[in-house]
């Protein structure tokens, strides 16, 4: 009964407002632009409508009319309709249009205002659009005006206000926009910055002066910035360690966000190459949920991953059921999964590997807790037997399950395309490996190799694969790390 007129900034999800990724979670329909990428829209629930009205290569794009229409349309129909615009909607971006339209209808529009190309993408680049001493303001114009009739921008009265001048738009007409602002006086020698595809990981800036904007190759969605704040260079998504890399996920989709998020942040392009899926076991569960009826008859539950975490605590219904059991985590990733559940693990091993969980339980002081009892240990059908077997060797009595299976996932053929021009891969599990293998060729393999831990690296290496980096802390975050730390190094 709302439509929402969301501003989804300029395409780093981190930039979404706190405000528009709540709405992108509860809608019901989504109408967006072509430029919205796939981690902003997966926020929205999975039977949410999606509907692109932007351009796209072959089809026509849905005219302004027909997008007010179809606002107006779903404003009538479904509870929450987000009409999710790039940058901010009222930027260049028609919303004011279609708030016009929606009022007129009786519709209930809210606008959520979003971080504007105009203003993020010069300091993803590092440029300050005003700073003390060089400008005290800035103007943001449309690079279309140069082109259009009618009442528009006066860059001759622009141009003398010396303040910084932005141009969306402006990609296809930069040779008019600069020339309006050299006849009107500014100079040749004028900083400017060219930023494509800012804020994401292709961002690419380039500097040059208003005499040479015309010679420089500039694709759109592209802002350029003019002033002499353009010469300033300040830290840039370009100088995050990994900027510039593409890089290869093998988890399975359902558990690779964090990694993905991760390497993202540190500036590289992921290809998602879900190599494995988790699946139910077997038995359907059966032997998971007969161990979840009975786990105060335990000493200790020990999960191996977040996974087996997730799915045997989500089977409990009531935390007291673990009665005096206390509870084991292989490493912080499934603690993590373990206080989701909202229990606190009672022991996380130093290292996290499953011989680390074995030498943690060595190490516990058995006098005090009585001689080694019961364990009841859920985790992979595949799983290595270091952990029961480990622990039956320091007498406990060991009931393993099987939590859950990974099977081997089929990945797209666009996935594959791109990861014949990766740099990296980072793998995270043996089975990860295996699974690469089956997909992509041995010569495939990017030339960088990722493993989190010495039992990935083992099976790489077992399977010919040379790894370069091993996290140093078994974790997402270690391997993100390591990987940084090596790009950095090797400059690449
Ligand atoms: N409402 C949007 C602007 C829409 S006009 C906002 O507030 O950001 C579209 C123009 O914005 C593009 O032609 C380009 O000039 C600029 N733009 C949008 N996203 C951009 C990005 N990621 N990097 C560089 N320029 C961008």
Redesign the pocket.
């Known amino acids: 009964m709302t439509v929402y007129l969301v501003?989804a900034g300029?395409?780093d999800p981190g930039l979404l407002t706190v405000r528009g990724a709540e709405l992108l979670r509860s809608a019901e329909v989504v109408v967006h632009d072509r430029?919205i990428g796939p981690r902003i829209l997966d926020l929205a629930p999975p039977t949410a409508r999606l509907v692109d009205v932007g351009k796209s290569a072959g089809s026509a794009p849905t005219s302004q009319e027909e997008t007010n229409a179809l606002l107006v349309a779903l404003g009538r129909e479904a509870r929450v309709v987000v009409r999710l615009?790039?940058?901010?909607?009222y930027?260049?971006?028609r919303g004011g249009e279609e708030a016009i339209a929606l009022a007129a209808a009786e519709v209930d529009y809210e606008v959520v205002p979003?971080v504007?190309?105009?203003t993020a993408?010069a300091a993803c680049a590092g440029v300050p659009l005003t700073h003390r001493g060089v400008a005290s303001g800035f103007a943001v114009v449309?690079?279309h005006d140069v082109s259009s009739t009618g009442p528009g921008v006066d860059w001759g009265r622009l141009a003398e206000a010396r303040c910084t001048v932005v141009?969306?738009?402006?990609?296809a007409q930069r040779a008019l926009v600069a020339g309006r602002l050299l006849s009107a006086g500014r100079a040749p020698s004028t900083p400017v910055l060219v930023?494509?595809?800012?804020?994401?990981p292709q961002?690419r800036s380039v500097r040059t002066t208003l005499g040479e904007l015309d010679a420089v190759d500039v694709e759109?969605?592209?802002?350029i910035v003019v002033g002499e704040v353009a010469a300033l260079r300040l830290a840039s998504y370009e100088d995050r360690p990994l900027a510039g890399w593409r890089v290869v996920v093998t988890r399975a989709a359902s558990s690779s966000a964090p990694l993905v998020a991760l390497l993202e942040r540190a500036g590289a392009s992921v290809v998602e190459l879900p190599v494995v899926e988790i699946r139910d076991p077997e038995d359907g569960g059966a032997a998971l949920r007969a161990a979840a009826d009975r786990l105060a008859v335990y000493d200790w539950v020990v999960v191996t991953s977040a996974n087996g975490a997730e799915r045997l605590l989500g089977l409990i219904r009531d935390a007291r059921s673990l009665g005096r059991a206390r509870v084991a985590a292989v490493g912080p990733a499934t603690a993590a999964a373990v206080r989701r559940a909202g229990i606190v693990p009672d022991l996380v091993p130093d290292r996290f590997v499953a011989e680390g969980l074995v030498d943690a339980f060595r190490a516990l002081d058995v006098r005090a807790s009585g001689r080694p009892g019961r364990v009841l240990l859920a985790q992979a059908a595949a799983a290595r037997p270091v952990v029961a077997d480990g622990l039956a060797a320091l007498g406990w009595d060991v009931d393993a399950v099987v939590a859950y299976q990974s099977a081997r996932a089929t990945p797209g053929r666009a996935a594959l395309d791109e990861v014949a021009r990766a740099d990296a891969v980072v793998f995270t599990s043996a089975s990860t490996v295996e699974g690469f293998l089956e997909v992509v060729d041995r010569k495939g393999v990017p030339p960088v190799v990722a493993s989190i831990g010495p039992v990935t690296t083992a099976a790489a290496e077992s399977a010919g694969i040379r790894v370069c980096v091993e996290a140093g802390h078994h974790t997402v975050a270690g391997v993100v790390d390591a990987l940084s730390a090596f790009a950095s190094s090797s400059g690449r």
């Open positions: 501003g300029p395409g430029l615009k790039g940058g901010d909607p930027v260049f971006g979003g504007s190309a105009a993408v449309s690079g141009v969306l738009m402006g990609a930023v494509e595809r800012g804020s994401s961002q759109s969605p592209a802002t």
